[in-house]
């Protein structure tokens, strides 16, 4: 029973994806995922400023806000990684697959690729999360 459930949502989420339809399960779990995935991370975006960017691409300005261009190039690179998981959903979770949810997600972060952060590859830094170093993380995703 539970593995039916899963196989409806799975090609419910395909369907919704290869019609463009952004009014389903697919642009929910788009958004929601983005968001609370680069909130973790210390993005400044709003749950409604994911949406913007995901219906329509982009933000609307209000008063002096000024809005990062990693967070949106990191929203937009989750958007994109969410699609690969969508077109590898069937596929065994290999170190390969993993490197490439990585660069989907990195690819566009000019931040990070100026400062030489390894993109769709192992981290080769330390991470800091506020004055605590996690020492031998394989990936941050």
């Known amino acids: 029973m539970y593995g039916d459930s899963i196989l409806k949502i799975k090609k419910q989420l395909m369907f919704e994806f290869e019609k463009r339809d952004r009014q389903g399960i697919y642009a929910k779990f788009q958004k929601m995922m983005a968001y609370n995935s680069n ?24 008063n002096d806000i000024v809005y990062r261009a990693k967070d949106i190039e990191e929203m937009n690179g989750h958007f994109k990684l969410f699609i690969k998981m969508l077109k590898t959903l069937d596929e065994p979770l290999t170190e390969e697959v993993i490197k490439g949810f990585h660069y989907e997600l990195k690819v566009g972060v000019f931040e990070d690729m100026a400062n030489g952060y ?24």
């Open 118 to 141: 390894p993109v769709g590859e192992y981290k080769n830094r330390e991470n800091i999360v506020s004055d605590i170093k996690l020492h031998r993380l394989i990936m941050c995703l």
């Open 39 to 62: 909130k973790i991370e210390g993005s400044t975006l709003t749950s409604e400023q994911t949406a913007s960017l995901f219906d329509t691409g982009s933000l609307y300005a209000t």
